[in-house]
């Protein structure tokens, strides 16, 4: 439509990130309550009980620590924990244990890739730890609501960017990137379906050109890379529709209806001065020191997706080839451990068939599998499946189908393939005969005269012909030989 060219998005992503402690942020309690009866990864202090006290898990702080270096921002040495009072029923305290005027980790910058192999800059403002509030339950058709504090007190950290963003695109991208640095970063377990990593979009819309931002809506709690990018395009046609007709824009706070794929209003958005943020009295402040960022950092590096990328790259490995990897984690961990075990070349040969196989099988999973998830293949049964190819063990098609049959148990490749009958036929003279009999089956008379002609392509018919006559087990570059040798 016309009036969309006019307008032109702008974007700020502020992402709640579920840290990978044992025990939640100011308790004892279990940090785990994935499958957990409601109410039961609980203490006295997620019930907000009179008399009790936090006390700072330090585990949190290291990864916040790593955070902040995985973001490429800055760490505080200095932090402190304020109070952010608000009033509802999955927050029996009645106010939020969070920062605002000194958060662990401040200023960065996050490059952020695209798939076509340029990257864009997102400024970070900060990110602050927090204690997460419960969850609430609307049962369909009830009158009432259920409370479940399995979640309040979880350890978080707030990652708020700076609104540098212009399109779906690359919300998605930006929300990916942030993904990807906290899984390798071991900050998280990045289980978006548990909620470990949360996304709200915050986007105004202004006529392109406009010095001054319009008005802008915040869509809540999305936990998908999909639904970020489709919140963005749903909202810039909402916002524009609305200007086109003369209405404004309301400061609010929505939620995003998957089914129906459109975004709802919940509440008014309220600002900071809403809260009565003050300091917490119970908590002294967080004090580091430059020699301890120092030494987390030193051990990250190596693993941080920055410096895979560069890695791979060096590697001659495509871009296009790295962004697919880094889409899907597992494929991405089996590839850093096999860069151990083997040449760059068996490396590449790797990658190339990880990614034409397994992306479309990882998608049928209810959810994707992560690199700590019990789920195969070995990486040094990867590197046998390539050497079977090489040494002409079997031939490259059945070795994707291999995979593709027996990922999740890939251990023994020679065996599968024996089992599966993908041991690949070398007899020469064997193979001769069924190359004499194809070329003078009269299915094979135009493209032999294509070939003869000059048609490179006919080969293509008779490699085909031939794994077909030869129940998949014929050599094609065996066979490509003879091919030629007959043909002259």
Known sequence: MAMIDDYEPTIGIECHVQLATATKLFSGADNDARDAAPNTTVS???????????????????????????????????????????????????????????????????????????????????????????????????????????????????????????????????????????????????????????????????????????TRAEIKNLNSFKSVEKVVEYEFKRQCALLEKGETVVQETRGWNEPKQKTFTQRSKEDAHDYRYFPDADLPPIQLTQEEVDAVAKAMAPALPSSIRQRLLAKSVSAKSIATLFLYPLLLDRVLAVEQLSSDDILKQIIDILINVLPPELEKEATPPLPDSGYLPEPAALVTLIKLVNDSTINGSNAKELLRQSWKDLTDPAAIAEKLGFIQDNDEDALAALVDALLADPIAEQSVNDYKAGNQRAMGFFVGQLMKRSGGKANPALAQKIIKQRLG
């Open 44 to 214: 006295p202090i997620c019930f907000g009980l009179p008399g009790v006290l936090p006390v700072l898990n330090t585990q949190a702080v290291q990864l916040a620590i790593r955070a902040g270096i995985a973001l490429n921002a800055e760490v505080n040495l200095f932090s402190a924990f304020e109070r952010k009072h608000y009033f509802y029923p999955d927050l029996p305290l009645g106010y939020q244990i969070t920062q605002l005027e000194r958060p662990v980790i401040g200023a960065g910058i996050v490059e952020v890739p695209l798939r076509d192999g340029s990257t864009f800059p997102v400024r970070l403002h900060h990110a602050h730890l927090e204690s997460d509030a419960g969850k609430l339950t609307h049962p369909e058709g009830a009158d009432y609501s259920l409370v479940d504090l399995n979640r309040a007190g979880t350890p978080l950290i707030e990652i708020v960017s700076e609104p540098d963003m212009h399109t779906s695109e690359q919300a998605k991208a930006y929300a990916q990137e942030l993904y990807l640095r906290m899984v390798y970063a071991k900050v998280t377990h990045g289980n978006l379906f548990h909620g470990n990593m949360r996304f709200d979009v915050n986007i105004s819309i202004a006529k392109k050109g406009a010095t001054e931002l319009g």
